[in-house]
């Protein structure tokens, strides 16, 4: 399941390095990421950096992009391979 950033997010500006994939960007108003690049760290770490990262725990995971470990990994695979 990909994660998403809600409305609670105060700009802070910790979550976007700490992406791997490059899935969080500045939206409109808040940071949003990108479901096609969000793997929840799978591949990368155990957990999602940016939930780690995050002061006020606004990245819950996103209900309309539900994914299993299986298809995580697979994205992960997609994404490091069009890096290279």
């Not at 994660?3 to 500006?13: K, Q, S």
């Not at 990108?34 to 006020?56: A, I, L, M, N, W």
């Amino acid at each position: 399941m990909a994660l998403m950033i809600t409305d609670e997010c105060i700009n802070c500006d910790v979550c976007e390095p700490e992406c791997p994939n490059n899935a969080i960007s500045q939206g409109e108003e808040i940071y949003i990421i990108d479901p096609d690049k969000c793997t929840e760290c799978v591949g990368h770490f155990d957990t999602p950096q940016c939930r780690e990262v995050c002061p006020v725990d606004c990245i819950p995971a996103d209900p309309d992009h539900v994914e299993d470990q299986d298809t995580l990994m697979q994205k992960f695979l997609k994404l490091t391979a069009q890096k290279a």
